[in-house]
C-alpha cells in the first residue's frame, strides 16, 4: 500500500505564492510519474502539472510560467511551487503517483487533497 500526504494549502491573496508538498510513503520500489491536479467547485478535476521519472514536466497553459513542479527521489516527495496566483487558481489541489510496488504491481495513487483560495 501506498500512501500520500499533501500539505501547504492555505488563503494567500492575489499576485501571491504557496508551495505544495506531496510525500510519498509505503512499499515504493519506483516512482514513475508525479503530477498535480486540481478541482474547483462545479468543475472537472483538471492537469496542472505532470513531471516523469526523468524530469521531463508538462504544465497546463493557464499555469505556464508561473507555477513549477519538481520532485525529491531521495524523499519521494513532489512539489508545486506557485508563484503570481490568481482567483481563478483556487480549488482543491491533488497529487498522484504511478508507483511499482513491492507487490510486484504498478498503479497510481492519489493524495486526499489540499485547498487552495486565492483571494482578488
Known amino acids: 500500500q501506498v500512501q500520500l500526504v499533501e500539505s501547504g494549502g492555505g488563503l494567500v491573496q492575489a499576485g501571491g505564492s504557496l508551495r505544495l508538498s506531496c510525500a510519498l510513503s509505503?512499499?515504493?520500489?519506483?516512482?514513475?510519474?508525479m503530477g498535480w491536479y486540481r478541482q474547483a467547485p462545479g468543475k472537472q478535476r483538471e492537469l496542472v502539472a505532470i513531471?516523469?521519472?526523468?524530469?521531463?514536466?508538462n504544465y497546463a497553459d493557464s499555469v505556464k510560467g508561473r507555477f513549477t513542479i519538481s520532485r525529491d527521489n531521495a524523499k519521494n516527495t513532489v512539489y508545486l511551487q506557485m508563484n503570481s496566483l490568481k482567483p481563478e487558481d483556487t480549488g482543491a489541489y491533488y497529487c498522484?503517483?504511478?508507483?511499482?510496488?513491492?507487490?510486484?504491481?504498478?498503479?497510481?495513487?492519489w493524495g486526499q487533497g489540499t485547498q487552495v483560495t486565492v483571494s482578488s
Open positions: 498522484n503517483a504511478n508507483v511499482a510496488t513491492f507487490l510486484g504491481n504498478v498503479r497510481t495513487y
Open positions: 509505503g512499499s515504493i520500489v519506483s516512482i514513475n510519474f
Open positions: 513531471i516523469t521519472k526523468g524530469d521531463s514536466t
